[in-house]
């Protein structure tokens, strides 16, 4: 039996045409703004041209790609042009040595009464300055026990005395202990050491030495930093015209002592400008050498190193007038930026009654101290 035949006009169906979808043409990203060329800087400039060429690659470049890379010394200069040279904000920053009055100067000296006063040199090279070399700032530095603190502190007693206001900065122990503890503190200590060394009584001493000292406690174990401290210093020096500090000792403002240098020559830099004398009573390693290196040494207008000298043979201890493998106490001016120093050591020594440095009497004859006139 055959299968019958669908008829002719029934034909297969057909598929359903799709309306044919136009593309969306895509707008083109408008350029980013463009600032006039006159007004950037040379780096804005750049980074201009670095974007306009990362929207003609399509966006291949990341930012980070973009960014020109910069030395961070040269950041300063990446600036606008300097300004133009009539504008006078700019020259009153600007110093002209030719327009300035009293351009030579000579050191003056700030007497302490010690050995310390006989490492700088007048003028002349020959004869003592017979002082600190005023509105310096020193470094003193070597190990305990050579009379750092007590000759610091005579110091203070013999410049407050003379009318010109002081400051101590403590940063190694406590200045004055209210409660009965039985021990001999700091307060104590100066008042003993400056009756002696101004051959006051204490109430005489109160009134012509200490009514000028001011003391700063500055110690990082309360929580006190360096810029509590640099807040403090400014007080004194600005508002009380304090122009002689001490600051025992520098070593101790810095905790981690990496920054000794550093604090330094923040603190040089500052005392220059308002004319402030600063002693800096500082540390030594066991290499010798101040905490703070070569860098603190630099940085100092003036450098004083202890040292224990050993006499290691017969005729080196006949020359220094001691025993043979004995070890003397010497003093040494390393440098001084503002004055000639005496080239030689010298032999020291601590006075029986208030144990402030002095000049040993076997001091040899060949290295006999400057005398001042």
């Excluded at 003028?123 to 700032?137: E, I, R, Y």
């Excluded at 060949?366 to 005398?371: D, G, I, M, Q, W």
Aim: hydrophobic fraction near 40%; charged fraction near 20%.
């Amino acid at each position: 039996m055959s299968k019958a035949r669908k008829p002719a006009d029934e034909a297969a169906p057909q598929p359903v045409a799709q309306p044919e979808v136009q593309p969306v043409p895509m707008q083109p990203q408008a350029p980013p703004q463009m600032m006039p060329p006159q007004m950037m800087s040379p780096q804005q400039m750049m980074q201009q041209m670095m974007q306009a060429m990362m929207m003609g690659m399509g966006g291949a470049m990341s930012p980070m790609q973009m960014m020109p890379q910069m030395d961070p010394s040269a950041m300063p200069f990446a600036t606008p042009d300097a300004p133009a040279a009539e504008d006078k904000g700019l020259d009153a920053e600007i110093i002209r040595p030719a327009l300035l009055e009293g351009r030579i100067k000579t050191q003056q000296a700030l007497p302490t009464g010690s050995t310390l006063d006989l490492l700088c040199l007048g003028s002349d090279g020959v004869s003592a300055l017979g002082g600190l070399p005023k509105g310096c700032t020193i470094a003193l530095a070597g190990p305990p026990g050579k009379g750092k603190t007590r000759t610091a502190l005579a110091a203070l007693a013999r410049v407050a005395a003379s009318g010109v206001k002081c400051a101590l900065v403590v940063a190694e122990e406590g200045f004055h202990d209210s409660a009965d503890s039985g021990r001999d503190d700091l307060c104590s200590r100066l008042v003993k050491i400056g009756m002696s060394a101004t051959s006051m009584s204490e109430e005489q001493f109160a009134k012509a030495s200490l009514e000028n000292l001011y003391v700063l406690e500055s110690q990082y174990h309360k929580g006190q930093r360096w810029d509590d401290f640099i807040q403090h210093y400014r007080y004194v020096v600005e508002k009380i015209g304090v122009k002689f500090v001490v600051i025992d000792s520098l070593n101790m403002l810095d905790p981690m002592k990496n920054r000794t240098a550093d604090n330094l020559s923040a603190l040089k830099t500052y005392s220059h400008s308002h004319g402030v004398t600063a002693l800096c009573i500082g540390q030594i390693r066991d290499t010798g050498m101040p905490v703070g290196g070569e860098a603190l040494m630099h940085t100092a207008d003036a450098v004083f190193l202890i040292e224990e000298m050993s006499l290691g043979s017969k005729e080196i201890a006949d020359f220094w007038g001691g025993k043979y493998r004995e070890t003397i106490d010497v003093i040494r001016a390393i440098k001084s930026v503002t004055t000639p120093t005496f080239m030689h050591p010298i032999r020291m020594t601590l006075d029986n009654e208030a144990g402030v440095m002095a000049v040993h009497p076997a001091q040899p004859a060949a290295y006999a101290p400057p005398t001042h006139r």
